[in-house]
């Protein structure tokens, strides 16, 4: 009985370890790749359907250039200077978004010109680096008919795999985040946008989010809105100098900004007596 034991094969603990070693290496491989794989789907999904938006909004933009050209009796090889400005002017008369943002409407059969807007937006950022977060969400529904189908057969007894869906939702806990506008008079005396245009347009900057809110913006807000206006059109003093009157600061006492109250916003009490040909309104200060 001892000698069948002695003889008997098996693994030492360090034989063992080594083995564990090497499968841990390799599932780490195939969960690495499966990861990225996921990402790259995940990616390839959001640019996919950022794509049909782009191709919906340049079909929905195609189709008007194309009632400018019946509306203003124009045939489809009308190419030349005078009918295309005519063309252009159509655009900026009927469209609020044309005259006050631009558009490039040169690129199809129906030629509509160039038009750049007199309000150029930049990027916004944020005063501090952000946390971007990502939930999954689990989503009790059925989308699809035959999906419907599969679980109506369900309840008489047949499985179904298909009664949940899953998603995703990023959000940033908090982030406060900085943007800047400038308007050319000039260009909107070129594209006709006028004062109550401009007036449209603050008016849609304060309230935008509060229109059209949903789970992932939660309560994002407009916290204010400060409007350097000149005396002369093409400006009393340059638009970096302005800016850098505005200051926005997180307050000493706060580490990690979770709302509003841990900046300070704060307008350089010299303004006035530096730029006194620009006046200084501010929005939802």
Known sequence: MGSVLKNKKGFTLIEVLISLAILGIIVFAFLNLFGTSFVNIYTMGGKDRAMAQASDIMEILYNQ????????????????????????DWMCKNFYDIRTFGAVMNTS???????????????????????????????VAVTK????????????GESSDKVTE??????????????????????ADDTGMRDNDLKIFWEALMK??????????????????????????????????????????????????????????????????????????????
């Not at 899953?166 to 260009?187: A, D, E, T």
């Not at 204010?224 to 093409?234: A, E, M, Q, S």
């Open 109 to 139: 059969k129906f030629n509509c010109g160039q038009v750049q807007g007199p309000m150029q937006l930049t990027f916004a950022r944020s005063v501090d680096p952000i946390i971007p977060m990502d939930l999954s969400i689990t989503r």
């Open 208 to 285: 935008m989010w509060d229109v059209d809110r949903s789970a992932s913006k939660g309560l994002m807000a407009c916290r204010g809105i400060y409007i350097f206006t000149h005396k002369d059109k093409t400006g009393n003093a340059p638009a970096h100098k302005l800016i850098e009157m505005v200051e926005v600061k997180k307050k000493k006492d706060v580490k990690i900004p979770r709302d509003f109250k841990g900046y300070k916003v704060k307008i350089n009490p010299d303004f006035n007596e530096k730029f006194d040909d620009i006046t200084l309104s501010v929005l939802l200060d």
């Open 65 to 88: 250039q194309e009632k400018s050209y019946k509306d203003l009796e124009f045939k489809e090889t009308a190419n030349d200077r005078d009918s295309i400005q005519k063309a252009r």
């Open 166 to 187: 899953m998603g995703r939702k990023s959000i940033v806990p908090y982030g406060l985040y900085i943007g800047y506008g400038f308007f050319n008079p000039y260009q």
């Open 145 to 156: 008919p035959e999906d419907a189908r599969k679980v109506t057969k369900d309840s008489e």
